[in-house]
């Protein structure tokens, strides 16, 4: 098992940047797959974006492509997304997931994992 503390949320103007954490507890943080999700009011939870256990394969949705990314540190237990080029429509609660199966299986699964979640707005 794994406990997920995500950081880093905040209120940001248009076209600016934000980077989130997730710390990771445990000493199997290197085996797991992780990924970021977000949920804005009224909208249904969907994926952002998911990086596999070694880092050497990553996913992002094509509503973030070439604006957010993904990363991690296993010698931190830390994943990371890096938000650049924030839009309005980008304004949601964002969670840390984690799970043992593929990058591809995060995207259309549900992982086992999930963090408590950090808020991010973006105004206009």
């Known amino acids: 098992q794994v406990q997920l503390v995500e950081s880093g949320g905040g209120l940001v103007q248009a076209g600016g940047s934000l980077r989130l954490s997730c710390a990771a507890s445990?000493?199997?943080?290197?085996?797991?797959?992780m990924g970021w999700f977000r949920q804005a009011p009224a909208k249904e939870r969907e994926f952002v974006a998911a990086?596999?256990?070694?880092?050497?394969?990553?996913y992002v949705a094509d509503s973030v492509k070439g604006r957010f990314t993904i990363s991690r540190d296993n010698a931190k237990n830390t994943v990371y997304l890096q938000m650049n080029s924030l839009k309005p429509e980008d304004t949601a609660d964002y969670y840390c997931a984690a799970d043992y199966n593929t990058v591809a299986t995060m995207v259309r699964r549900t992982p086992a994992y999930w963090g408590q979640g950090t808020q991010v707005t973006v105004s206009s």
């Open positions: 990086i596999s256990w070694s880092g050497g394969s990553t």
């Open positions: 445990g000493r199997t943080f290197s085996t797991y797959t």
